[in-house]
């Protein structure tokens, strides 16, 4: 079976597959069945002992100088064999001249009976170029291998943002790691569940109570280890979860039949780090929010009634969820979507309320039919405003406001949303005319006008400029005959007759107080019409 990998290394050769990259030149003497072995290093040494400078898993190389003269002895020999077995050297190469024409048969025969792997090197392969391709394949395995991690954080990335982010991430964790997974939380229950490969599922939980119980009740970063006869289950690894102040939320617990690669490792604190961010998240992190969420939901009233310091703490508490200050005021910001957003429509509604949070600045967003809401310190500025539209999505701003002035503020956002869905353009609430003519809008106003006046519109340029020149200036007036005849340069009986005219052509009573609005509202908007 592989060894276990060094924990300093990413990545790891082993003997066999070095040899498949060299040129088929090396001639095995001995197999000592070392070719599953790790490799750490390649490394040339003419010492009688090199082993106080040999870590374990090194493919010794000699061109044979320790065994001249005396060295060569048998017994030497089989000393300097014996030497290498135990720092744990992987195998042994040989170099042919400029010492030796051939292997001595000593150390071939020491070689097999200390079971150390011995390759004949060649005079046509130098150590150098042996060592230079150990190093190059180490590098294009570490490439690999750091392709792999960006790959599989990206995908426990993806996890979290799921609509379940815990049994997500624990499915992409099993995944890209042979292990399999339990999430435990602070009351000692399960919450999710992840089965390794082969179908391998964590040992029951009466079995893992004692590590547990070690685990929600230490402090500092730590972990807790044990194994138990079952399959994937030889080593079982503890990890806590802790807030902030080092309080225990839970533990993630793993499983496998061997230690984990450096690479997995790896893997398996990034899970941890999220699965922690997550629980602190949902438990000890951003409390004002959800205490903001918690007085207004049961006291409602309080924003109304509420005394000088029960407001001034719901103002610190809004400050908090906004990154700001008592004092500052607050914008309501209403989002509607004009376009596909850049996401999938069948993504996670999490991606979409956290890109809000992140873009605003702000804890306090909420998901609705047409788009979101958002309250926000921010004043919006065009380069804000310009990001959002590029998202294919258009803002209603609000005007500033202070915490008991929000749900006014939102109404008013709120009678500002029709006129961008209709107009497609973005709206500020502090740029708005609030009259019936601002808040209806370019689009409307046309649209009203078309519809009221189509049967004057349509009628000779001449006559058209009349009637409507007309009515405007008997508008104008409230409906004065004198008033408007003043006003029109026309006597008050001409003035009468073009109304009834009008009166015959729209359809209409003029007489009629809602009529004489419309129409007034209507007329504001002809030119644009035109």
Avoid at 178 to 186: F, I, M, R, S
Avoid at 457 to 474: A, K, M, N, Y
Wanted: glycine share 8%.
């Amino acid at each position: 079976m592989p060894e276990p990998a060094d924990a300093g290394r990413l990545s790891f050769v082993t003997l066999q597959q070095f040899l498949e990259q060299l040129p088929p030149l090396l001639k095995t003497l001995h197999d000592g069945g070392s070719g599953g072995r790790l490799l750490r290093w390649v490394e040339p040494s003419e010492l009688e002992d090199p082993t106080p400078y040999l870590p374990e898993g090194e493919f010794l190389l000699t061109a044979g100088l320790p065994f001249l003269g005396d060295g060569g002895s048998p017994a030497n020999v089989d000393a300097y064999v014996r030497r290498l077995v135990e720092a744990e050297v992987a195998a042994l190469g040989f170099g042919i001249r400029p010492y030796f024409d051939a292997v001595p048969d000593a150390l071939v025969a020491a070689c097999r009976r200390h079971n150390l792997t011995l390759f004949e090197v060649p005079e046509s392969l130098p150590f150098a170029a042996i060592g230079l391709q150990f190093s190059q394949l180490l590098e294009t395995d570490n490439a690999r291998v750091f392709r792999q991690l960006a790959e599989t954080n990206r995908q426990l990335m993806r996890a979290v943002l799921s609509p379940k982010p815990e049994h997500e991430l624990l499915a992409a964790l099993v995944q890209r790691v042979p292990v399999w997974a339990l999430l435990v939380g602070a009351d000692g229950r399960v919450r999710a569940r992840g089965t390794g490969a082969g179908g391998s599922s964590a040992v029951e939980l009466s079995l893992l109570e004692p590590m547990l119980q070690r685990l929600l009740s230490g402090s500092g970063p730590r972990v807790e280890m044990d194994g138990f006869d079952q399959p994937g289950s030889a080593l079982v690894v503890g990890h806590p979860l802790r807030s902030t102040r080092d309080a225990n939320l839970g533990a993630l617990i793993l499983g496998s039949d061997a230690p984990l690669t450096p690479a997995q490792n790896n893997v398996v604190q990034t899970a941890v780090g999220l699965l922690e961010l997550l629980v602190r998240q949902r438990t000890s992190g951003s409390l004002a929010p959800s205490q903001l969420a918690t007085a207004v939901l049961l006291h409602p009233e309080s924003l109304a009634t509420g005394g000088t310091r029960q407001i001034n703490g719901l103002k610190d508490l809004l400050a908090q969820s906004l990154s700001s200050t008592r004092s500052a005021p607050v914008r309501v910001v209403q989002g509607i979507k004009v376009e596909a957003p850049e996401w999938p429509a069948g993504d996670s509604p999490v991606r979409e309320l956290l890109q809000w949070r992140r873009m605003f600045d702000t804890k306090l967003v909420e998901i609705t039919d047409y788009g979101f809401a958002a309250v926000t310190r921010l004043k919006v500025d065009d380069a804000l405003l310009a990001d959002v539209e590029k998202l294919g999505w258009r803002l209603v701003v609000g005007e500033p406001a202070e915490l008991t002035g929000l749900p006014a503020a939102y109404q008013r956002a709120s009678s500002l949303r029709s006129q961008v869905q209709r107009s497609g353009q973005s709206v500020r609430a502090d740029e708005v005319s609030w009259s019936v003519a601002g808040l209806l809008g370019r689009e409307a106003g046309t649209i009203l006008a078309g519809r009221l006046l189509r049967p004057v519109l349509e009628l000779e340029p001449d006559r058209r400029e009349t009637l409507l020149t007309v009515l405007h200036g008997w508008l104008s007036e409230n409906g004065s005959w004198d008033g408007s005849a003043k006003r029109l340069g026309l006597h008050r009986n001409s003035v009468r007759r073009q109304i009834g005219v009008l009166s015959e052509i729209l359809e209409m009573d003029l007489n009629q107080a809602q009529v004489r609005a419309e129409l007034w509202f209507a007329l504001q908007y002809v030119d644009a019409l035109a």
